[in-house]
């Protein structure tokens, strides 16, 4: 095997940027070549990882309908759930701007020495396919925006295979970035930098939040232009490609099932449908006859909780389109998402969402309809009796919610216990901060920093900026005595007991638009330490760091973070 031109630079333990210069090449062993698969000549002409220790298998592939057309000429796609499609390679040199550590050690169960063989690079970013992979391409449908929007599917994403850890834990790999599919529509199958640095930072900081994600484990940026209009005003400009690594227990959502009964694929959609409840909710009985009023309570439940923590966290997700709900219940295809500053119901973090119907303060509204449109894909399979039991679980919606969501606020607030009036404090608070324009995470972080004497006396040092903010308008003192009389029925609580369970779970550091931005102005340059940066910061999110500190991630942000806006262009 001949050497390629190589050079690794290690910025801190959790990234390495390694840059190669040459063409790919193919494996020297033959046998890296062999595939147990009966389209395996589509395939002849890959390049295979082979000296990364990662073999990946298929479960799916044996499960599961395939679209019997071979290749990636764009086409409507019907009685099938995943078309085989061949990543493109991003032209070279191709640089790892960054590596999650922690998903490579704990999920992939590979060691961290192998982010320096010349071969990792072109592995995840499509250029060369990990031993047993067989590239797919999932189709599914979805309402956007409140309206069918027909065929879509994975349009610049590969399903490369399954990983089952030492833990016993099976994860899903795929590329996103990664060139044409069946499902591109007019699309070139590619992500740029600034939409593949958020996607990469944002899933691993939800992680370290707390907050079911997808996880990312590498950042792959090239040389090679791409041309995109981000704000769709006719301004477009030349961009440069990149691919994300990232992983989901599943990446099955809500339209990978409308799609099924949109089309009166019923045989496929209850194929699919089995699939999903024997291989993610292992507690329902397959043979049990109402397993699928079960699937759609459990499925209510944990969306429902999961919108609850994006609230608690400030986290706007800014597409909540049905494609892009998680039959899991987890949060993934980072997009247009903002983490919310000013507290405001009413923050759209999408610019192309001018009718604000993903606000911040909608999500919770937003996750009623996409169940009801699961349910409407359901309906086929369900007996009457069955679907009056599930339009009952999905009015309980709302409750549950709520519920949750209560039960995160009183833990924000230090609560122990339950009180008639602790929804009272919670609204009034959320009411103070949205007249004043309270930052929330800081006014959250800020409360369980301060010590109750000084709360009460209402004088704050510069650096409680927030609460300093706060404290402007003329019913905070109202709300302080009642939070501390609240406080004060906690039996044999002390002002640090309480001060430590609430920095527990109010962050100190959330990835904000400009925290992002400073990053991808500084990638697009070649210069990836902001990236890393963040990464070491966000994977400690409720820990005061010096570095953190040094660059203002915890102080009022700058003027200019005003200005700034984010699309689905990406």
């Known amino acids: 095997m001949t050497k390629h031109g190589f050079t690794l630079f290690l910025f801190s333990s959790a990234v390495a940027i390694a840059t190669f210069r040459d063409e790919q090449e193919f494996c020297e062993n033959e046998s890296c070549n062999e595939r147990e698969f009966d389209k395996s000549h589509f395939y002849s002409d890959v390049k295979h990882c082979g000296e990364i ?72 970013s499509g250029g060369k396919l990990f031993p047993g992979s067989v590239p797919l391409a999932h189709r599914y449908g979805g309402h956007q925006f409140g309206y069918w929007a027909g065929q879509l599917g994975d349009g610049r994403a590969h399903l490369l295979g399954e990983y089952t850890n030492r833990k016993g834990e099976r994860w899903e790999v795929q590329l996103k970035g990664s060139g044409k599919t069946p499902y591109s529509r007019s699309g ?14 944002c899933s691993e900081a939800m992680h370290f939040l707390r907050v079911p994600t997808s996880r990312a484990l590498s950042l792959v940026v090239s040389e090679e232009p791409v041309w995109r209009d981000p704000f769709y005003n006719g301004s477009v400009i030349k961009e440069r490609g990149a691919v994300v690594l990232r992983l989901a227990k599943s990446w099955f959502r809500i339209g990978s099932l409308e799609i099924l ?14 699939f999903v409840i024997k291989e993610h909710f292992k507690s329902i009985g397959t043979n049990d006859p109402d397993k699928y009023v079960v699937f759609f309570s459990r499925v209510l439940n944990e969306t429902a909780h999961l919108i609850a923590h994006w609230m608690s966290v400030g986290f706007a997700h800014g597409v909540c389109n049905t494609d892009n709900f998680s039959l899991l219940s ?109 930052d929330f995470t800081m006014t959250f972080r800020q409360l369980s920093e301060v010590t109750l004497s000084r709360l009460q006396k209402g004088s704050f040092a510069p650096s409680l900026w927030a609460l300093s903010d706060l404290s402007s308008h003329k019913h905070f003192r109202d709300w302080v005595q009642l939070y501390l009389q609240r ?9 640090e007991e309480r001060q430590h369970r609430m920095q527990g779970v109010n962050p100190r550091y959330v990835l904000r ?6 990053a991808i102005r500084k990638a697009e340059k070649n210069d990836y330490s902001e990236v890393t940066l963040l990464q070491k910061t966000l994977m ?29 262009s990406s």
């Open 330 to 438: 987890i949060t993934f295809d980072y997009g247009p998402f903002g983490f919310m500053e000013s507290y405001d119901p009413n923050f759209v973090p999408n610019t192309s969402d001018d009718e604000g119907r993903y606000s911040i303060g909608a999500q919770a509204n937003v996750g009623l309809f996409n169940l009801q449109k699961l349910l409407e894909a359901l309906k086929p399979l369900l007996t009457s009796d069955q679907l009056s039991q599930s339009q009952q679980i999905l009015r309980e919606y709302p409750q549950i919610y709520h519920q949750r969501f209560h039960e995160l606020f009183k833990a924000k607030l230090g609560f122990l216990g339950n009180e008639e009036k602790d929804s009272y404090v919670i609204a009034f608070l959320l009411k103070l901060m949205e007249d004043t324009g309270a």
């Open 513 to 518: 638009n400009w925290m992002a931005e400073s």
């Open 487 to 495: 406080l004060s029925r906690i039996m044999s609580d002390s002002d």
């Open 188 to 201: 070139d199958g590619r992500a740029v930098i600034r939409s593949s640095v958020r996607e990469f930072l």
């Open 261 to 274: 009964t949109r089309t009166g694929e019923l045989d496929v959609l209850r194929t699919l449908l089995d």
């Open 540 to 568: 400690e999110p409720f820990m005061e760091q010096e570095e953190a500190e040094r660059a203002g991630y915890a102080s009022k942000p700058p003027s200019w973070a005003q200005q700034l806006r984010v699309s689905c």
């Open 53 to 124: 220790p990662l073999a990946l298998s298929h479960k799916l592939l044996d499960a599961l309908p395939l679209d019997e057309v071979d290749g990636n000429v764009i086409r409507t796609v019907k009685r099938s759930v995943f078309s085989e499609s061949q990543p493109s390679p991003l032209k070279e040199p191709l640089t790892l701007a960054a590596v999650s550590q922690d998903v490579l050690r704990n999920i992939l169960d590979l060691n961290e020495s192998v982010i320096q063989n010349e071969e990792f690079v072109r592995c995840v």
